[in-house]
Every structure is written in structure tokens, then in C-alpha cells.
T-cell receptor
Framework: DAMVIQNPRYQVTQFGKPVTLSCSQT?????MYWYQQKSSQAPKLLFH???????NEADTPDNFQSRRPNTSFCFLDIRSPGLGDAAMYLC????????????FGDGTRLSIL | QQQVKQSPQSLIVQKGGIPIINCAYE??????FPWYQQFPGKGPALLIA?????SEKKEGRFTISFNKSAKQFSLHIMDSQPGDSATYFC??????????FGAGTILRVKS
């Protein structure tokens, strides 16, 4: 089945140690999104790629970066994780930028020691 | 103006009951209103969605009612089952397809 796959499902890192989360999709969608979801909260958009064009949300900390080397893959890099960055990170895709369905992966649960 | 307000925060119904979750928005540029269902440890799954030119949409046991003049929309779950126990998020998006989520409703269906 076509889907959005996130790896790893669980990631533990140390305070200040860079970490990379990955997302792949078989939907061949043009847009890929990264969301942060803290416990008992709604997902919050960090940034998205439309093809190779990167769009950062105004309130996304500089600590968070992203790469999209090709249509299928997108990475979330957290340069110096703090305790407040512990969360579920969700990747989603959509066909294009016209309002319509977004398809989510099952997320990566990030813990900071 | 970008907010979507969702209520109630939590809801408990008996099996077979009809839970109703309500959402309200301010931004009239929103053009797409999905509902997502999320189980613990899983990503949100698209349940049903509606566009503002339609007042009601039904898919299986799930129905969205949409009131454009009041800027409100709601999710009804018919004949609810224990397996429907999850967190439900309403959302809205406009140009650029950026989803703005409501705060979520934790639904528990008692057997």
C-alpha cells in the first residue's frame, strides 16, 4: 500500500546531541510537512517542502532544519535538542498546495535524556 | 483569526450512542475542513472532510455538518463502538494547504 513511513518509531538522544528523523513516501506527492505534537496537544506545523522549495513557519526555532534530497524522502534535523523538544514528530504529505487531504505517518517519538 | 476552537475537550458515551464534536473558525479563507482520528502511538488518520459548498457529508457512520454562515462544523458518530475510542481533531486549511488543528477531543465509548 502507498504510505508515509517514518523511521525510527522511537528515538532517544542526549541533551544537545544532534538527531535526524526520516520520512519516506510512496504516494509521489509534491508536498511534505513536518509537525511537532507534544503530549495531549494538537500537531503544530514546523515547515514544509513544495517540491524543492522550503517554507519555514515563523515560530519554528532555528534549532530545527529540514532536507529533502528527492521526492520520496524528507529529513528533520534537530541540531541541539533541548528537553522541551521531546515530542512526537509527524511527517505528512499532500498532492499539492491546494486545500486537500494530508496523509500522516505514524510518527517518531523523540525522548531527550 | 487562524484558530480553530474545538469542544468538548473530552466525551464519554455508551456504546450505540451518538457523540457530537463541535468546531468553530474565524478565517473565511479556509476552504477545506477535515476530521482526523488518532489512536495512542499512531499518526492522525483522515476520517472525513468537507468543503464549504456542502452542508453535510456522510461516510459510513461518520457525518460532518457544516454551517458556513455560523462558521461552525461538527462531527457526528452514529452507533458508536468501543473501537471508536480515540482522540479526534478537527482542522481547517486554506491557500497553501497549511492545516490549523483544533485542540482535540478525547472520546471514550463504554461497552
Amino acid at each position: 500500500d502507498a504510505m508515509v513511513i517514518q523511521n525510527p518509531r522511537y528515538q532517544v538522544t542526549q541533551f544537545g546531541k544532534p538527531v535526524t528523523l526520516s520520512c519516506s513516501q510512496t504516494l509521489n506527492h509534491n508536498v511534505m510537512y513536518w509537525y511537532q505534537q507534544k503530549s495531549s496537544q494538537a500537531p503544530k506545523l514546523l515547515f514544509h517542502y513544495y517540491d524543492k522549495d522550503f517554507n519555514n513557519e515563523a515560530d519554528t526555532p532555528d534549532n530545527f532544519q529540514s532536507r529533502r534530497p528527492n521526492t520520496s524522502f524528507c529529513f528533520l534535523d534537530i541540531r541541539s535538542p533541548g528537553l522541551g523538544d521531546a515530542a512526537m514528530y509527524l511527517c505528512a504529505t499532500s498532492r499539492d498546495m491546494v486545500p486537500g487531504p494530508q496523509h500522516f505517518g505514524d510518527g517518531t517519538r523523540l525522548s531527550i535524556l | 483569526q487562524q484558530q480553530v476552537k474545538q469542544s468538548p475537550q473530552s466525551l464519554i458515551v455508551q456504546k450505540g450512542g451518538i457523540p457530537i464534536i463541535n468546531c468553530a473558525y474565524e478565517n473565511t479563507a479556509f476552504d477545506y475542513f477535515p476530521w482526523y482520528q488518532q489512536f495512542p502511538g499512531k499518526g492522525p488518520a483522515l476520517l472525513i472532510a468537507i468543503r464549504p459548498d456542502v452542508s453535510e457529508k456522510k461516510e459510513g457512520r461518520f457525518t460532518i455538518s457544516f454551517n458556513k454562515s455560523a462558521k461552525q462544523f461538527s462531527l457526528h458518530i452514529m452507533d458508536s463502538q468501543p473501537g471508536d475510542s480515540a482522540t479526534y481533531f478537527c482542522a481547517a486549511s486554506g491557500h497553501g494547504n497549511k492545516l490549523v488543528f483544533g485542540a482535540g477531543t478525547i472520546l471514550r465509548v463504554k461497552s
